[in-house]
């Protein structure tokens, strides 16, 4: 078999829902809701607004945030309709692996650890100036004094 036909190969829909054990449904409505918000929104809705509407774009800001929530909507409709279809777990790995193929979900499944290692990160980063005020700066340069 040719590198680009297994770099290419797909899992047919058939295959999956055969090999696929159904996931057990114990989340309830506000479980998912939460997962969802928490998910979605994360921490630049508390540290980004303030910034933009100051220094870029003024109230502007809030047209380009609907913009933005307009977006989201369609992904998380696309999601939802992926979910359903392919009724296993793996988020985006799996539903490119049966849309595209195994490259491209090689591919989307480093970029989802990408996105979940820098995310954590940039979270931290920009809760921090946050958590310094609510503590009034007490622990500000620790480790710096500690060093």
Same mark, same amino acid.
């Given at each position: 078999? /040719?590198?680009? %036909? %297994? ?7 058939a295959?999956?829902?055969?090999e696929?054990?159904?996931?057990? #449904?114990?989340l ?28 870029? *774009?003024?109230?502007a800001v809030?047209?380009? $945030? $609907?913009?933005? +929530?307009? *977006?989201?909507v $369609?992904?998380?409709?696309?999601? /939802?309709?992926l979910?359903?279809r392919v009724p296993? +777990?793996?988020? *985006?790995?799996?539903? /490119?692996?049966?849309?595209v193929?195994?490259?491209?979900a $090689? ?17 931290a #980063? ?9 503590? %009034? ?11």
């Amino acid at each position: 078999m /040719a590198v680009s %036909k %297994k770099l290419n190969r797909k899992k047919t829909m058939a295959g999956v829902v055969r090999e696929s054990s159904m996931l057990d #449904r114990v989340l309830t409505t506000t479980d998912l809701t939460a997962l969802g918000v928490g998910s979605t929104i994360g921490v630049g809705v508390y540290v980004l607004p303030g910034a933009l509407s100051k220094y870029v *774009a003024g109230p502007a800001v809030v047209v380009s $945030f $609907f913009i933005a +929530a307009v *977006a989201s909507v $369609f992904a998380g409709l696309c999601y /939802a309709e992926l979910s359903s279809r392919v009724p296993r +777990a793996g988020s *985006a790995y799996s539903y /490119a692996y049966i849309a595209v193929g195994e490259l491209a979900a $090689f591919i989307v499944g480093w970029n989802l650890l990408l996105e979940y290692t820098i995310g954590g990160a940039s979270i931290a #980063r920009g809760m921090s100036p946050l958590y310094r005020s609510l503590t %009034k700066q007490e622990y500000g340069n620790s480790f710096q004094r500690t060093l």
